[in-house]
């Protein structure tokens, strides 16, 4: 079975910290997606990561892939309210589906 | 910006009734997808669809679930017999290489009372 473990699952923080938040699996994906969730709506795509060591930048947002495919991190510097949200990685093994994990919850505080 | 709408956005239904979830993909994308999240729970993978034929399906999708593309725009599932257990939003997305850059709906509110 395919797991994606994210961490942390809740994340509480002031207005101008840093933040990261991981996603780790035993699996080796083709790709990994990272989706930003608003309640009651569907998840928003924000990047995707192809290549193992690969990183990707968002504005404030920085994405990594792991060298051996199989985990990854979303760093934000300077979180804002606006970044409040529930963050999601899904991983591609083979071009049918996408394995999504659990999630981690973040508030920013002004 | 193009994306993938679904319709209704809440549907309420007896249990043993049947549904059809309807969605409207991206006009130029050739995979399809349903997926589902039951409250408070991950995004759990349903089918795959390429080709007019299902790619992959999970478990989950057993045979009270189908789906159909029945013209050049429309991507419907449907649940023959619906049990309480199928209340979850269902979403539908769509993407043009595969599973990279999969673009997801609003959401479909499945409610079975």
């Known amino acids: 079975t395919q797991l994606l473990e994210q961490s942390p699952q809740f994340l509480s923080i002031q207005e101008g910290e840093n933040l990261t938040v991981y996603c780790n699996s035993s699996s080796v994906f083709s790709s990994l997606q990272w989706y930003r969730q608003e309640p009651g709506e569907g998840p928003v795509l924000l990047v995707t990561v192809v290549t193992g060591g690969e990183v990707k930048k968002l504005k404030r947002l920085t994405f990594q892939f792991g060298d051996a495919r199989k985990d990854s991190s979303l760093h934000i510097t300077a979180a804002q309210p606006g970044d409040t949200g529930l963050y999601l990685c899904a991983g591609a093994r083979g071009y049918n589906k996408l394995i999504f994990g659990a999630g981690t919850r973040l508030a920013v505080h002004p | 910006e193009p994306e993938v709408t679904q319709t209704p956005s809440h549907q309420v239904t007896q249990m043993g009734q049947e549904v059809i979830l309807r969605c409207v993909p991206i006009s130029n994308h050739l995979y399809f997808y349903w997926y589902r999240q039951i409250l408070g729970q991950k995004v759990e993978f349903l089918v795959s669809f390429y080709n007019n034929e299902i790619s992959e399906k999970s478990e989950i999708f057993d045979d009270q679930f189908s789906v159909e593309r029945p013209d050049g725009s429309n991507f419907t599932l449907k649940i023959r017999s619906t049990k309480l257990e199928d209340s979850a939003m269902y979403f539908c997305?769509?993407?043009?290489?595969?599973?990279?850059?999969?673009?997801f709906g609003q959401g479909t509110r499945l409610t079975v009372v």
């Open positions: 997305a769509s993407s043009d290489a595969g599973v990279a850059e999969a673009f």
